[in-house]
């Protein structure tokens, strides 16, 4: 195992610890690069950490990094290389610290030596024309790096300390491994990472985009609405199936209401705001107050409980522009919202039917495999301690008796009680919270909901806010991150192309999609003067399920040769058959196809 020149002496060190200096070592070989390449260029240097996977730096420079400045980049940093360097650590008082950053103009390392603690030893190490304050380690000299693959991957924005209102600066992020082939197996990977990006799917399907003029905000085209329609329904049809009324609320309400739920108070900082008349109104974040006024509209007995309203609740929450991606951060969204006002008897019945929801919605998406966390009481909440303890206590018993495995994950319940969330895993191995299921004995106190019991006493309800889907929006993006864009038939907004061979078969091919149609089959035709193989690699672009050929052979016959999304030729098949097994594959759901 190598020995590197660590600030306790040389020692052995890890495989993992290796890399790390390696990793490290190449961000600020990096830095210096960027440094030569643009010496016209004023640049401030920020931070170069090393993450999962590889580094980063992050620069304050007057003109617009791009990956097209890669090339120049790597072969400076090669350069640098060759050049064998000796890599000299000087450790300074804090006070010489400052006055070496001040003496660099680093405004943003002068504000994290501010928060080191008077007499702590700074060091910082020298690489010829370079010179960057860090704990370090590092390899003795630039030459030492020679042996060791790297690759810049990718350019993005990031606000200096993670905060919007400051200075946003550009960061490269980069990678680098022990072996070749490790670097290759990587860029294999992030390869197939880059075939389930939705967001590079939405673009090439044409289902969505963003626009400056609503940031954060997805604008649905026409094959998006589709499959957001598609989606919406069927779990309209299940609640349907489970005696849930749907409602619909305003979008604004006065403040007033906010902080009467507690919302003002605790959740402030992501809400929107407005004044009309002089008064001030929100717009939703969520929608469970606009739900409850609509509870305390009526009267009900114990006989009405539980009562199960569902709403597709747009909802507006300010998010950090630094996070927001694609369809699977947003700044408004629909929630497939529920709630469920029930007695305290009832509560465990419901939530043991919420889990077996989630659990059939799921594994008709073919989300088999989630992640379960049970969120606890946070630093800012509503309610008594007994109140938590209650609802803690109901949430981790029906997953007990249910067998499912969960994880307790401290402070990160709502505000006003705790929750179950299900987490799903996007592409690149990242967790999202999709569904969740919260019990909350606060809000039905705080607005004064009641019931009357079997003895004409009022008493007040226990309140479930469910989402299963969470977010519209993110669950259609971790559709696409699964799939690749393949989706079940039922969801395709395309599910079948067909082709006719020449013009001469139009007319046949019209009468498959008069079929089709009426089936409830999405078809269309190619009749462009495109030749046959053509169109084929135009029709599995859209990614549609199925291709139907049709010339001389199916007319006749009235067949249709069938071509599958992956290539695969079925062959000949009756049309009349074609059309029934599709009708059954898109009905039922299936996740396969039928041929």
């Not at 029906?398 to 401290?410: E, F, H, M, S, T």
Request: charged share 25%; hydrophobic share 35%.
């Amino acid at each position: 195992m190598p020995t590197l020149t660590l600030p306790d002496g040389n020692r052995e060190v890890t495989p993992e610890e290796f890399l790390a200096v390696i990793r490290h070592s190449f961000s600020h070989l990096m830095a210096q690069a960027v440094s030569r390449v643009f010496p016209e260029n004023k640049i401030l240097f920020a931070i170069g950490p090393t993450i999962d996977k590889g580094f980063y730096y992050d620069f304050d420079i007057d003109r617009q990094l791009t990956p097209e400045d890669f090339p120049k980049i790597e072969a400076e940093m090669a350069s640098i290389i060759s050049e064998n360097i000796p890599i000299v650590r000087i450790e300074k008082s804090k006070a010489d610290a400052r006055a070496f950053l001040e003496g660099q103009g680093a405004t943003y390392k002068i504000e994290l030596l501010d928060e080191v603690p008077d007499g702590e030893v700074i060091s910082f190490y020298e690489q010829g024309d370079f010179t960057d304050w860090c704990r370090g380690p590092h390899v003795p000299n630039t030459g030492a790096l020679k042996a060791f693959p790297v690759k810049l991957l990718s350019c993005a924005s990031a606000y200096w300390r993670g905060d919007e209102k400051r200075k946003q600066l550009q960061r490269i992020y980069a990678t680098a491994f022990l072996t070749s082939k490790e670097m290759e197996d990587h860029l294999l990977m992030l390869s197939e990472q880059d075939k389930h990006d939705h967001k590079a799917i939405g673009k090439a399907l044409n289902l969505f985009s963003f626009h400056q003029e609503a940031p954060g905000i997805p604008f649905f085209h026409g094959d998006g609405t589709i499959i957001y329609n598609t989606v919406v329904n069927y779990i309209r049809g299940l609640l349907d199936q489970r005696d849930y009324e749907e409602v619909r609320t305003p979008t604004m309400m006065s403040s007033g209401l906010w902080h009467q739920s507690g919302h003002y108070d605790n959740f402030k900082e992501r809400m929107y705001f407005t004044s009309v008349d002089d008064k001030e109104f929100a717009i939703k974040p969520m929608s469970c107050p606009g739900g409850i006024l609509v509870y305390k509209s009526q009267f009900y007995s114990y006989k009405d409980l539980p009562v199960r309203v569902a709403e597709w609740g747009y909802v507006h929450r300010h998010e950090l522009s630094g996070v927001l991606n694609g369809l699977l951060r947003v700044r408004a969204f629909t929630q497939d919202d529920a709630h469920i006002y029930c007695t305290p008897d009832q509560l465990m019945t419901e939530i043991f039917d919420l889990i077996d929801q989630v659990n059939e919605i799921y594994s008709t998406f073919g989300f088999l495999n989630y992640r379960v966390e049970v969120s606890t009481k946070p630093d800012k909440a509503i309610g008594t301690q007994e109140m938590w303890d209650n609802a803690e206590d109901a949430l981790k018993k029906a997953l007990d008796a249910k067998g499912i495995p969960y994880k307790i994950n401290p402070g990160d319940g709502a505000f006003y009680g705790p929750k179950i969330d299900f987490h799903l895993e996007d592409a690149r191995g990242r967790s999202w919270q999709c569904g969740t299921i919260q019990v909350d004995f606060n809000m039905p106190m705080r607005f004064g909901m009641e019931y009357i019991d079997r003895d004409g006493n009022k008493q007040c309800p226990v309140m479930i806010h469910r989402a299963i889907l969470g977010s519209v929006e993110r669950f259609i993006g971790q559709i696409l991150e699964r799939t690749a864009g393949n989706m079940a038939t039922w969801l395709m907004p395309k599910q079948v192309r067909i082709l006719p061979v020449g013009d001469k078969f139009n007319e046949y091919a019209k009468k498959v999609n008069k079929a089709l149609r009426e089936a409830g089959v999405r078809s269309s035709i190619d009749m462009s003067d495109n030749r046959l193989g053509n169109k084929i690699r135009l029709s599995q672009a859209t990614k549609a399920p199925y291709v139907l050929v049709v010339g001389n052979k199916e007319e006749a016959n009235e067949t249709v040769a069938v071509r599958k999304r992956d290539g695969t030729d079925v062959g000949q098949v009756p049309l009349n058959e074609f059309v029934r097994k599709i009708r059954e594959e898109i009905s039922s759901r299936a996740l396969e196809s039928v041929f």
